[in-house]
């Protein structure tokens, strides 16, 4: 554990390294590990015949249902979208809600360390951190997802797994999981309650918003007198039929990008809220505290 000293003269950035540089590098491997996934998906499983996930004939001697690489490709998608309940159980736990319950924070306080500052500095550099990585995996999956060999294999473009991963959303949601974990251990001030509530808080937050997706952005709406087929890349929101005949609601693919960013600007300021009650609750702590 770091003392208070060293706190003050090795710089804060190299302590906050110095202590969590664990935890970096799982992210580090995390993201390496990741991208070299999806480049043996790309570059060998989607060339491989057997690992095509086409049906096969009895007896069956290809595990496509597990191995294949559609279905690996999702799984990636889906281990990219929610690496951020992992950063929240971080951030609530080890970044702010050890120092806190510890007192080693408090002990950095009165050594020169405004609790501002403290505070600026250990999200600072796994902000970064999250950053960097969520890009390079963000263009990885991008280019693994346009490079599949068949579009009918690979899941829609709203598909849960695949929404997300292809676009700035996989960064956002860390660093949303960031800020909320640091609020959830600046309320809780104890480790273990701090990491279940920030898991809980952002888990809760990334299924409502996934499941008022379809409602960010307008729909269009198609009508006929008869029942009919909506193109292949719609996504439909909504159908039935009514004194006039049959309706359906839907986004095409060209809603992609608005539904997307619409939902990342959501994100990114619930991060900045949950940032900014952070900065307000500390200071408010310690001059009480005073």
Not at 30 to 41: I, S
Not at 148 to 160: K, L, T
Not at 223 to 231: R, V
């Amino acid at each position: 554990m770091s003392t208070p000293a060293a706190t003050v003269g090795g710089g804060l950035p190299r302590t906050v390294l110095r202590l969590h540089r664990p935890a970096l590098l799982t992210w580090a491997v995390f993201v390496a590990g990741t991208c070299g996934w999806l480049v043996w998906l790309t570059k060998v499983a989607a060339k491989d015949p057997d690992l095509q996930g086409l049906p096969c004939t009895d007896p069956c001697d290809r595990l496509y249902l597990l191995l294949d690489y559609p279905t690996q490709l999702d799984w990636a998608g889906t281990l990219i979208g929610y690496a951020f309940v992992g950063v929240a159980a971080f951030a609530g736990g080890a970044l702010i809600g050890r120092e806190l319950e510890s007192g080693t924070a408090q002990l950095a306080w009165t050594q020169g360390v405004t609790p501002a500052r403290w505070l600026a500095a250990k999200l600072a550099l796994p902000a970064l951190a999250l950053t960097l990585g969520a890009t390079a995996l963000v263009l990885v999956f991008r280019w693994a997802f346009a490079a599949r060999p068949d579009p009918v294999w690979a899941e829609n473009w709203y598909g849960a797994s695949m929404f997300a991963a292809r676009g700035p959303l996989v960064v956002a949601y860390p660093l949303c999981a960031l800020a909320v974990g640091t609020l959830t251990a600046l309320l809780l001030g104890r480790t273990l309650a701090a990491l279940g509530t920030a898991v809980g808080a952002m888990w809760l937050f990334g299924s409502v918003l996934t499941y008022c997706r379809p409602y960010l952005w307008p729909t269009l709406t198609r009508t006929g007198p008869h029942a009919f087929d909506l193109p292949d890349s719609a996504w439909p929101v909504s159908e039935g039929s009514n004194t006039h005949g049959r309706f359906a609601t839907y986004h095409p693919a060209s809603h992609y990008w608005p539904l997307h960013l619409t939902e990342t600007g959501i994100v990114l300021a619930v991060a900045a809220l949950a940032a900014l009650l952070s900065f307000r609750l500390l200071r408010h702590r310690t001059e009480s505290a005073a």
